[in-house]
């Protein structure tokens, strides 16, 4: 990697301003959008696939899919932690990229390969998997999983680093924002067209369709790396972690000094060169301790670290509330992609005039309204907000994520009301019976989440990236995908308590979720069920969002260096000259030696300083 393409966010070259910009997402929303065409559709769909050529009962093959989702965003960690330490951005992206186009093609030719499918083992049984294909679907299925947590992971801090400069604050905003709409219009066609073809043309078709896309999308990325701005890897996150904790608690036995200006940092010129600073703030004051330099130590790794790194730890500290606040929603999201799927495909009328919808193809209503919506936002809403606000994306972060989070719930009420209607009528007549409720009827739980959705995840991705160290971005905003991971095994998590709970109390001894009939199940009570859970869950949220306080940076280390290089020039004892910035500075031991060296005044209001 070359030396202009490896400068972080604070320190770019001038001729790599010129690059990155909207010019460089351009290659990245093309990505996202050819490759989310294919993970949605699959996203909404599987369930049925899982259901159909494999064999699974109902609740393990909502399980299964939520596991292969809930894996895919936690492996995100793998590629956040890879691009920030060993690996650029893009390389990461690119290599885990190629592992997601094998495991997709691997799991297309399972699809279409007869003998590599499980064969029928009867009514009553969990799965039919087992032996050597079972090991082949598993192995497949987690290969992609691998590969798309990868890319997930490092992408959107990826495009992050295009509005690196603090003057491109807003366009950052924007860039977030078409970060979703591009998701959403990949998305849109996906459970359309893909979805459609995976239902009547045969599911290899729909996964040969999204493996080609996400080739194709990972060729169009690496296309644009002579526009990237590209990021030198640092020291890993997870030591500089460790250095804190570890010299915090060897420090223990200190005390604090009564102004943190005592507490060790480097100097401004240095800092301007190595890393962002970030002033010191007062929550977790114990980790101050690690800042604490005591006499005869040598400034080193392990003895003692900066208050900049202090506060990384502290940041991301802060940050762990607020994503285990949204893991909630998120578990509601999973049940739209499995029980809801299920509600359209019983009892409810698919046509469309005289067309069939398949039921996977729903969150195409609430898509195709958020692809209107979110230029609204971006460019109606935004400006209107910031001029009131002062504020670059017109509202924080943290009250664009609790809009999502109130929204969740009220899908999550609607979604129970909505099946007690699909339930009444399909108790009420015969399953062989024609008609039913519209099967549009599902489209106000999609819509409703579907904008909480536009502001929760969103505001997620910003927020962690902006907050983030600035050597710990891309790990930072994979806390995004970690929520939705803990929401996805939550959702399984659930499933077989409220089946195991709901079977000892209840008169059938049955649970609300047993079996392969929807209609003999009471999903609405679980619909209700998480709507309470999410109202608790956001009481939850406004607490912590309300403690938060907000990563404050020092002044601009470009204008500090510029400070430093016009500051004028004092004449030491031995003769050479150093800046007055210099002498002032007491951070380092080579700056301790300049101003031991220079001779003290005193100045006019009797106080001493350096001539």
Known sequence: MGEEEGKSNNSL????????????????????????????????????????????????????????MGTTFLLSLVGGFISDTYLSRYSTC?????????????VTIQAYAKPLQPKFCGVGKSSCMEGGIGFYFYASLYLWALGSGGVKGALPALGGDQ???????????????????????????????????????????????????????????ALGKPFYRLQVPRDSPLIRIFQVIAVAIKNRSLSLPGSSAELYEISEKESAFTNEKISHTKQFSFLDKAAIL??????????????????????????????????????????????????????????????????????????????????????LFVPFARKITKHPAGITQLQRVGIGLVLSAISM??????????????????PLAPGGISLFWLSFQYAIFGIADMFTLVGLLEFFYREAPAGMKSLSTSFTWLSLSFGYFLSSIFVEII?????????????????????????????????????????????WASWYKYKTEEPDTKVQVEEVNKAPLIENENGSKVTTEEASSVQTEENKEKVSSLPLIE?????????
């Open 13 to 68: 070259e001038p001729m790599d301003k010129k690059k990155g910009g909207y010019t460089a997402s351009i290659f990245i929303f093309v990505l996202l959008a050819l490759d989310n065409m294919g993970f949605v559709a699959n996203m909404v769909s599987m369930v049925l696939y899982f259901l159909g050529p494999m064999y699974f009962d109902l609740a393990t093959a909502a399980n299964t899919l939520t596991n292969f």
């Open 94 to 106: 690119l290599i885990f990229g190629s592992i997601q186009v094998l495991g997709l093609s691997l």
């Open 163 to 221: 509005f690196g400069y603090k003057d491109e604050a807003k366009k950052l905003a924007t860039f977030f924002n078409l970060f979703m709409l591009s998701s959403t219009l990949g998305a849109t066609i996906g459970v359309t067209v893909v979805v459609w073809v995976s239902m009547n043309k045969g599911w290899y078709w729909g996964f040969f369709i999204s493996t080609m896309g996400s080739l194709v999308g990972f060729i169009v990325l």
């Open 294 to 379: 005591g006499k005869g130590t040598k400034a080193e790794p392990w003895k003692v670290c900066t208050v900049t790194q202090v506060e990384e730890v502290k940041v991301l500290t802060r940050m762990l509330p607020i994503l285990f606040s949204t893991i909630i929603m998120n578990t509601c999201l999973a049940q739209l992609q499995t029980f809801s799927v299920q509600q359209g495909n019983r009892s409810m009328d698919r046509n469309l005039g005289s067309f069939p919808v398949p039921a996977p193809s729903i969150p195409a209503i609430p898509l195709i309204f958020m692809s209107i919506l979110i230029p609204l936002y971006e460019y």
């Open 413 to 430: 009420t609607v979604a129970g009301l909505v099946e007690v209607k699909r339930r009444h009528y399909a108790l009420a007549h015969s």
């Open 499 to 543: 089946n195991a709970v709901t079977a000892r109390i209840a008169p059938s001894k049955l649970g609300w979720l047993h079996g392969l009939d929807i209609n003999q199940n009471n999903v609405n009570l679980f619909y209700f069920f998480l709507a309470i859970l999410s109202c608790l869950n956001f009481v939850n949220y406004l607490y």
């Open 603 to 611: 100045n006019e209001n009797g106080s001493k300083g350096y001539n």
